[in-house]
């Protein structure tokens, strides 16, 4: 019974392109989160969104969007991929906003060629 | 990181040993402050967290220490197992917008068996 789902899995396209990942929670949960891991492992905060508030984190490129259709989903939508691009994405979400646990999905790989 | 200073090391202890992971935080603002395990392919795994009116938790095998005169922070992990090899995170949270939590570079544990 997954918490945080994410799909795809892997998903490697080509500069230019736009995609979508998406993102779901079955927990109930108010907010629900964007991480970007690069290859060092280094794990940073791209969104934060609950029904009220979206908070973005000045260093993401516009190119990336966050979508809600409703309280259990939130995709990430990005424009004109980049190489730089190429990294594990996960989501997450929190009961409340900030300090409490975070329960994170399995992540998407992205590959950009 | 930001706030939160830790690169990614490892860490190789022998099964059945203890393990004591380490970490720096910067903002004395922080008042929350989480431990994550990863496993290779997964998404963070919650493991212990600790607020900051607390200098002690502890769980199952795990201990979390919060030193906040220094401003660090530790994960002990009694009797090592090889189940426990994985890439641990700290993350902190507080006084940032929307008190996202924000992550430590990581610290990988090997345990020999």
């Known amino acids: 019974d997954t918490a945080v789902s994410q799909t795809p899995k892997y998903l490697v396209t080509q500069m230019g392109n736009d995609k979508s990942i998406k993102c779901e929670q079955n927990l109930g949960h108010d907010t629900m989160y964007w991480y970007k891991q690069d290859s060092k492992k280094f794990l940073k905060i791209m969104f934060s969104?609950?029904?009220?508030?979206?908070?973005i984190n000045e260093t993401v490129p516009n190119r990336f969007s966050p979508k809600s259709p409703d309280k259990a989903h939130l995709n990430l939508h990005i424009n004109s991929l980049e190489l730089g691009d190429s990294a594990v994405y996960f989501c997450?979400?929190?009961?409340?906003?900030?300090?409490?646990?975070?329960?994170f999905g399995q992540g998407t790989r992205l590959t950009v060629v | 990181g930001e706030n939160v200073g830790l690169h990614l090391p490892t860490l190789s202890v022998q099964e059945g040993d203890n393990s004591i992971i380490n970490c720096a935080y910067s903002?004395?603002?922080?008042?929350?402050f989480i431990w994550y395990k990863q496993e290779s392919g997964k998404g963070p795994q919650f493991i212990i967290d600790?607020?900051?009116?607390?200098d002690k938790r502890q769980g199952q095998r795990v201990t979390v220490l919060l030193n906040k005169t220094v401003k660090h922070l530790s994960l002990q992990i009694a009797a090592t197992q090889p189940g426990d090899s994985a890439v641990y995170f700290c993350a902190e949270s507080g006084n940032n917008a929307g008190n996202m939590l924000t992550f430590g570079g990581g610290t990988r544990l090997m345990v020999k068996p």
């Open positions: 600790i607020r900051s009116n607390m």
């Open positions: 997450a979400s929190s009961q409340v906003e900030g300090a409490t646990e975070a329960f």
């Open positions: 969104y609950n029904n009220k508030e979206l908070i």
């Open positions: 903002n004395s603002a922080s008042d929350y």
